[in-house]
């Protein structure tokens, strides 16, 4: 069965940084196009960024320029860089690989000012 772990969520001030892994089997990871989305309290899941198996990312506006996606095949990891979070960046973000297919359990990022 597919699964997607993420982990590295957890409580940070505003400014500061958190990096959020998701650890992918059951999938050939290499081929797969993966993404970040989040979901706060009372809104809608959002995309957050996006990478192709050929290494293309894209991004939230509201996020370009302080988050980075990235890609580990040998590890078939897929990673978050959060830098300068701001509070309105808390929520639950969760791991999708290929276009929505799959989808892990989200992990909590809380981000106070």
């Known amino acids: 069965q597919v699964q997607l772990v993420e982990s590295g969520g957890g409580l940070v001030q505003a400014g500061g940084s958190l990096r959020l892994s998701c650890a992918a089997s059951?999938?050939?990871?290499?081929?797969?196009?993966m993404g970040w989305y989040r979901q706060a309290p009372g809104k809608q899941r959002e995309l957050v960024a996006t990478?192709?198996?050929?290494?293309?990312?894209n991004y939230a506006d509201s996020v370009k320029g302080r988050f980075t996606i990235s890609r580990d095949n040998g590890k078939n990891t897929v990673y978050l860089q959060m830098n300068t979070v701001k509070p309105e960046d808390t929520a639950v973000y969760y791991c999708?690989?290929?276009?929505?297919?799959?989808w892990g359990q989200g992990t909590q990022v809380t981000v106070s000012s």
């Open positions: 999708s690989a290929r276009m929505g297919a799959y």
């Open positions: 059951g999938i050939i990871f290499s081929i797969s196009a």
């Open positions: 990478i192709t198996n050929g290494g293309s990312t």
